[in-house]
Structure formats: structure tokens, C-alpha cells
């Protein structure tokens, strides 16, 4: 697992991916930052990082497209199905590239509130917890994505999957609203992403909301290890 994470942490940095991936997400979040805090004079770094989640949605496609649909592509994935590391190692090992990446990405915001402390006031309590929630949901954005990635013939195809059930996630909060059956509106909250957010987004550490996210994330990638798995079993 260690081998494959190394192999494909440096990937992300001998190719454009990263410097893509980190450059667009810190612009974005720098613009959201300006209109939203410096502009407004507010120290509200919770909103931000509410408003930031809305970036995984659009960006971690561009991490996970190529970590298992290009060794298809490339016909390399043979090779990978059949050497020495296991399936785990293998899903493990990728899905923990992009999340380093994304943790570095992340960690460069810190400048923000770093700004807002210069200027104004910060409750480290209540940004641990918010940064929390935030990563945590990447975390599972990632997940998805990966096992959309493994599913798919292209990085193209990959990436196209994978921006839209990100963004059909994004959806189940206005049809949670739009569904008149209570059942029906409990199960697609149940199931948001963005909902089991809002805690984090008010200084709340949720236990039902951090499992919910681990257990997401657990549940993608087992379901990563078991398509492969079927693959290598077909030889396909």
C-alpha cells in the first residue's frame, strides 16, 4: 500500500493533476474569501468553509479520474491486478493519494484564518470542528469519485461520471424540499452530504454526522476493492 501511495502522490506532482487541482481550488476559495469575509469585514470562517464545500462537487473529479480509468485505459491494469500488493492495498493506497493532496490543499487555507486572527477574532474550538466536517466531506466526495473512476473505461468518462452524481448529491437538498412525502424528503436528507454538514457549520461536533462520513467513505471504497475484484476475476 505504501509503494502504490508514493507512486501515485508523486504522479500527482509529475503531472499537472496537482498543481490543476490545488492552483483552481485556491483561487476559487481565495475569490470566495474576499467577497465573503475581507469585503464584508466579517470573521465568519464557518459560512466560508460551507461555501467551500461546494468546491469537492466540482474538483475532486480531477483528482480521482485517472487513478484506476487510466490503468484501464493504458491497459496497465492487468498488471496492477495481478502483482504482489492486494485489492485493499491497491484502493488504499490510491485513495489515500488524493487525500493527501486534498489535506495539503486544505492545509493552505489555513492562511485565511490566519488573516481573520490578524484582524479579528477566531475560536479555535469552533474552526477545529468546521475544518473537521469540511475534510471529512472531501474525504467522501473522494471515495465516490474513486469507485466512479474504477467503473470507467476513460479519465474523460471518469471525470464526466463523476461531476454528475457530485452534482446530483448536491441536488437531493432542493428535491428534499421539493418532495411533499415525509419519507420520501427524510430518506434523500439522509443521504446529503451537504446537510450532515450543517453541525460542523455550526460549531457542533456531530458523532452521527462524522460516522456517516466514515462510514460513506468505507462503504465506496469496499465497493472499489469488490469491482476490481470482479475484474480480475473476468480477466476484463
Known amino acids: 500500500m505504501l509503494t502504490i501511495w508514493k507512486r501515485e502522490l508523486q504522479s500527482y506532482f509529475y503531472t499537472p493533476v496537482g498543481y490543476v487541482f490545488m492552483g483552481v481550488f485556491l483561487t476559487l476559495s481565495s475569490v470566495m474569501f474576499f467577497l465573503s469575509l475581507l469585503r464584508e469585514r466579517s470573521s465568519d470562517l464557518l459560512t466560508l468553509l460551507g461555501?467551500?464545500?461546494?468546491?469537492?462537487?466540482?474538483l475532486?473529479?480531477?483528482?480521482?479520474?485517472?487513478?484506476?480509468?487510466?490503468?484501464?485505459?493504458?491497459?496497465?491494469?492487468?498488471?496492477l491486478l495481478t502483482s504482489p500488493v492486494s485489492l485493499p492495498g491497491i484502493v488504499l493506497g490510491k485513495y489515500l493519494a488524493a487525500v493527501t493532496v486534498m489535506l495539503l490543499t486544505v492545509a493552505l487555507t489555513g492562511l485565511f484564518a490566519l488573516i481573520v486572527a490578524i484582524y479579528?477574532?477566531?475560536y479555535p474550538g469552533e474552526l477545529f470542528v468546521g475544518y473537521l466536517g469540511f475534510i471529512l466531506q472531501g474525504c467522501a466526495f473522494i471515495a465516490i469519485d474513486l469507485f466512479l473512476s474504477g467503473c470507467a473505461a476513460?479519465?474523460?468518462?471518469?471525470?464526466?461520471?463523476?461531476?454528475?452524481?457530485?452534482?446530483?448529491?448536491?441536488?437531493?437538498?432542493?428535491?428534499?424540499?421539493?418532495?411533499?412525502?415525509?419519507?420520501?424528503a427524510?430518506?434523500?436528507?439522509?443521504?446529503?452530504l451537504y446537510k450532515r454538514q450543517e453541525p460542523f457549520l455550526m460549531g457542533q461536533l456531530s458523532f452521527a454526522s462524522v460516522g456517516f462520513a466514515l462510514s460513506m467513505a468505507a462503504?465506496?471504497?469496499?465497493?472499489?476493492?469488490?469491482?476490481l475484484d470482479s475484474?480480475?476475476?473476468r480477466g476484463a
Open 51 to 58: 461555501q467551500l464545500g461546494y468546491l469537492w462537487m466540482l
Open 60 to 79: 475532486t473529479p480531477v483528482l480521482t479520474m485517472r487513478l484506476l480509468a487510466e490503468e484501464r485505459q493504458k491497459r496497465t491494469d492487468q498488471l
Open 120 to 122: 479579528g477574532q477566531v
Open 154 to 184: 476513460s479519465q474523460v468518462t471518469a471525470a464526466v461520471l463523476a461531476f454528475g452524481v457530485n452534482f446530483a448529491l448536491w441536488m437531493l437538498d432542493m428535491l428534499e424540499t421539493a418532495v411533499t412525502v415525509d419519507f420520501l
Open 186 to 192: 427524510d430518506i434523500l436528507g439522509f443521504f446529503s
Open 219 to 227: 462503504a465506496f471504497l469496499l465497493l472499489t476493492i469488490h469491482a
Open 231 to 233: 475484474r480480475r476475476y
